[in-house]
């Protein structure tokens, strides 16, 4: 595609909502509350908002600046601004892909809890722990039923996709986020009345740092670079189709904010009710799915409610999804000069075969393991631990070292003021990220 005629995202709230609609998703509602679970509360929770603000903002700010300055998919801009820094863009799109298969699953499961949310099944009105989770289970590890779901996400997806980049994501995330913030307000105020609720919110805001290990912070790091979707060319994709006048530091710190606060939100409606209910927090990938259904049980209609919020959770994961199918679709797009359509059908196609397998794992093939994990469970680890914070690496040291400097500058200040905390940011970008990353891979790998 010549770049005249390649699309972007109108003007400047258009660019914000788009690439919060990506960064939104699972990853706050369903991923972050079971790591901190899992990880020990408050604790975690604030090296997570400092991984945000040090590592997570600079990246951002750098994929962003390293699309908008090339206009090409992450493999293309990589190559264009420093021919052998390409290899970043390759294990960008191989780890989105490899994150939409696994994410494709949960996705599914979200639509499957939508839909027997709106039929009302008896599973809906059970406040019992035991029945959400039997019901949970019996789902997820049902040979055929949730492969349906994730690769029915799968097209839906790949229809936007092919609907355009504008027409389709702008639309959608104008809709979805006052309705989300809004939802998780309400259950948030419901939770924390549940009784146990306070002990919850103490579980989740009150720092104990002796359940602090270098492995959590990584975790934390791994997490904070999931949710933001960076450290694998998404936002290098997204920066590609800013109008010139976006404000890329702006923009930036937006998404970061608004991504922050529903994911500190999705605490507060999960750890109360999780108390309340006296399940166990570090109980993994199925928390939410066990924990919000025995919230909604105790609300008069709880088919209402529980549709309602599946539902928006389909709409956020949805707008995650089409980031991550963008990636991968814009890579087969412009550097195979394939049309949208068949770029976008490689990608679907591939992506379907593996959340097939994926999902399996969980079940009926549960011989499926790499490493002592299922499938599913270590492409999560893989992608989120390793390849996010060794993408977001290798963009910092090209970001900091590698880009052009006036390049650089010319995409955060177009007016050509350079701003007040831009040394600042260059210092995290050069220096502390690079370093406090490579201190953190050493130490897991149990170097130092
Ligand atoms: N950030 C999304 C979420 O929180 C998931 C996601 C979309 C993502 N694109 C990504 C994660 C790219 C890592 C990289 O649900």
New binding site residues.
Partial sequence: MSQENRATFGGRIGAVLVAAG???????I??FPYIVGENGGGAFLLVYLCCIMLLGLPLMISEFSIGASTHKNAVGAFRELNKRWTVVGYLGVL??LL?LSF?LVVAGWTAEYTLHSFLANDVVRSTSVEVQTAAFNSFITHPWKPLIYAVGFSLATHIIIVLGVQKGIERASKLLMPMLFVFLFVLACRSMMMPRGLEGLQFFLTPDFSKLTTSSVLAALGQA????????G??VTYGSYFKSTTHVQGTAVRVSLL?TFVAIMAGLVIFPAVFSAGIEPGAGPSLVFITLPSIFATMPWPALWSSLFFLLLVV??LT??I??HE?GTAYMEEEYGLSRRKAAWCVTLFVSLLCCFCSLSLGAWSWLKVCGLSLFDAFDYL??NIM?PLGGLLTCLFTGWFFERKRFESQLYPEGKIGRLYPVLRLLIRYICPIIIVILFADNLGII
Avoid: C, K
């Fill in positions: 990506s960064a939104v998703g699972l990853g706050n369903w991923r780890a989105s994150i994410y670079f999931f949710s933001l979707s960076i450290g694998l998404t936002m991504d956020a994961a995650s999804t980031s991550m990636a992608t989120a996010l």
